[in-house]
T-cell receptor, first 110, second 112 residues
Framework: QKEVEQNSGPLSVPEGAIASLNCTYS??????FFWYRQYSGKSPELIMS????GDKEDGRFTAQLNKASQYVSLLIRDSQPSDSATYLC??????????FGTGTQLKVEL | KAGVTQTPRYLIKTRGQQVTLSCSPI?????VSWYQQTPGQGLQFLFE???????NKGNFPGRFSGRQFSNSRSEMNVSTLELGDSALYLC???????????FGEGSWLTVV
């Protein structure tokens, strides 16, 4: 079992719709959870961080964390073509090492 | 505030050669980590340095090494390059363990 799992996609959504990206992790001691966005040929860019169970909202983005289910998700409201990218879920345990999922490719169609 | 700066951005090396990549973290950040990204393996952790000491290490062979200087700048070295070392090498910095990690733009290494 991989430590951090994501569907590779592609996930296609129409412009203006809600995109829902999901991630599960195996290490119960994980403490911090991050979503990075990566455009083709570019480096990962931090979108959201979440540390406590529940929802965290930042503009069009909402991160959701459920530690009991070892599940973290990212919702993107009013999806735009510029949101088309690969979204990487990352988990950090007690140290300062990030463990990444393989990423979900999101395509927002006009 | 300047971000994480990596040099060189692009380089081509021949099998058997060695390469050194450089990273300047965000001002004030003392933790510097290195990651390798390939299409097949995704993003994988190489190692982390804090206050000039390696604090954590991933599952890479000894050909991959790094160091950190007193000003928090870091270098990583790959010796005896193999074709499979072709990848995007990313440097990331943070204040310390409890803080967010920010990535540089990366160094694209091609081994021919």
């Amino acid at each position: 079992q991989k430590e951090v799992e994501q569907n590779s996609g592609p996930l296609s959504v129409p412009e203006g719709a809600i995109a829902s990206l999901n991630c599960t992790y195996s290490d119960r001691v994980s403490q911090s959870f991050f979503w990075y966005r990566q455009y083709s040929g570019k480096s990962p860019e931090l979108i959201m961080s979440i540390y406590s169970n529940g929802d965290k909202e930042d503009g069009r983005f909402t991160a959701q964390l459920n530690k009991a289910s070892q599940y973290v998700s990212l919702l993107i409201r009013d999806s735009q073509p510029s949101d088309s990218a690969t979204y990487l879920c990352a988990v950090k345990g007690g140290g300062n090492k990030l463990t990444f999922g393989t990423g979900t490719q999101l395509k927002v169609e006009l | 505030k300047a971000g994480v700066t990596q040099t060189p951005r692009y380089l081509i090396k021949t099998r058997g050669q060695q390469v050194t990549l450089s990273c300047s973290p965000i001002s004030g950040h003392r933790s510097v980590s290195w990651y390798q990204q390939t299409p097949g393996q995704g993003l994988q952790f190489l190692f982390e340095y804090f206050s000039e000491t390696q604090r954590n290490k991933g599952n890479f062979p000894g050909r991959f090494s790094g160091r950190q200087f007193s000003n928090s700048r870091s270098e990583m070295n790959v010796s005896t390059l193999e074709l499979g070392d072709s990848a995007l090498y990313l440097c990331a910095s943070s204040l310390d363990k409890s803080n967010t990690i920010y990535f540089g733009e990366g160094s694209w290494l091609t081994v021919v």
